[in-house]
Each structure stands twice: as structure tokens, then as C-alpha cells.
């Protein structure tokens, strides 16, 4: 309980103003009181976890999604070029250096061998990311979105990312829902929801505008025909499960937090899309 404040506020405000100024003062002691509080709050953690997480168990999960990334990769037969890439550009979003590197790597050729222990490896990701469903979510997610890289998603690899929902808890029916979500992010931004340019001409630019809203509908988990108090409590949901510094405070790797904020980037970019469409606040 924090109560110094209303205390020196009730002082001090009675002995300056009589008991209108103690009421003030109490108003004022409660405010500093409460923001006292989230601030302790803040400093242990979110949810009463500790900021930051055992720095092994943060090395086994970075370690687990490369690995679990390149046997999603592999599941087809062949790793693509492009899901290389995705690998590359991945640690280079994470500016990881040399020795990082050469584990993310390591832990994606891993993956990829035919023994890779895939249920031993996620069990283990559930069992040190227990009570912390976001970090789950966001393993998930990461796999996804790796799976998606060349734009398409092959039927085996469906099958692999089942496996990691059923595992980490989540249901078939989350998973597909995620994955629609993640064909719509790749959709948006092929038609520039992220900035990117649009072709130029009349129709060409509306229907490349269509797209954008379309998709960013689906990026925010609603119908086109959603009411403005639905959208608006779909966009709080996501960005509260997406939100960087909630996902730090709850053990997500430090060299993770870029992916993590361009994620919550990318629904905000959805969210204003929806916004300026409707015309609402």
C-alpha cells in the first residue's frame, strides 16, 4: 500500500488552506502515490514477473525459434532462397554481432536436420515462457511469419506449424486465425499499408487502396463491418499483446525487441488505415 503521499498532502493542505486545501491535498498526495506505484510496478515487471529473464532460459528460447525456424523451413524438402533470406534479414533486424550470429545459424542448420526434436524443444519453450502466453504468442508468431517468407505457405509447413500451436497450447482454429492474419500483414504490405509506393493511375491506385483497407481489417482480426467500439477494442488487444515493452518485461530476448516492435508497428499502420477510412478517433 502506498499512503505517504495522501499524508504529507492532507498535512500540508490543511495547514495551508483549511479543509478544502486537505482535500486537494489529499487528491494530490493519492495522484503521486498512485504514479509512485506504477512505477515500482514497471521496475519489477509487468503481471508480477520480474523485469528481464533468467539470461539462460533467454538464450535457450533465441536459440529454440531459429531452430524451430529452420525446421519449419525444411518441412517442405528444400529450403528456399528466400526463407535464407528471411533468416538474414531477421538478424540483421536484431543487430546481432558476430558471435549472435553464429548462433542463430548454428540453431537454424539445427532445425533443419531430419532428428531435430521438435516437441522436446517446444515443450521446453512452454515450459520456461509458463504464466507468459505473449512470449508463446510471439514464438508462434515468429514461426508464421518465417513460413510466409516467399509469400505462400506449403501444406507441409501447415502441418509443422500445427504442431508448434498444439505444443505451446494454442488451438488449431488460434493458429488459422493467425495465420489469416499474417497472409493479410504480407498482403498489406505487397500493396503498401507500410509505406510503401503505390502504382500510379486512377483505378490501379483505388483498387491497390481496397486491398490495403481489406487486409487491414484482417490484420486487426475484425469484419469490414465492425462496429467503431469493436475495432477499437480489437487494435487495444493486440498492441497489449504486442506491446515491446511488455514483452521485455516478461523475458522476450533483448536482440528480439526490434522484431517485436515492428510487429506492433505493423498493426498500428492497419489500425490508422481503418481509422481514416471510417473517420473516427
Sequence with gaps: MHFFGKILGVFFGFWFGGPFGALLGLYIGHRFDRAKAISQARQSGFGGFQRGANPAQQAEFFQAAFSVMGHVAKAKGQVTEQEIQLASIMMQRMNLDENQRRTAQEAFRQGKSASFPL?????RVREISRGRHDLTQFFLELQISAAFADGSLHPKERDVLHIVAEVLGFSAAQLERR?????????????GGFGGQHSGGGYQQQATTQDQLAAAYEILGVEASAEAKEIKRAYRKLMNEHHPDKLSAKGLPPEMLEV??????????????????????
Design 179 to 191: 495465420l489469416k492474419m499474417q497472409e493479410a500483414a504480407y498482403r498489406f504490405q505487397q500493396s
Design 119 to 123: 516437441r522436446d524443444v517446444l515443450n
Design 260 to 281: 517485436a516492435k515492428e510487429k506492433a508497428q505493423e498493426i498500428q499502420h492497419a489500425y490508422d488505415v481503418v481509422k481514416k477510412e471510417r473517420n473516427f478517433k
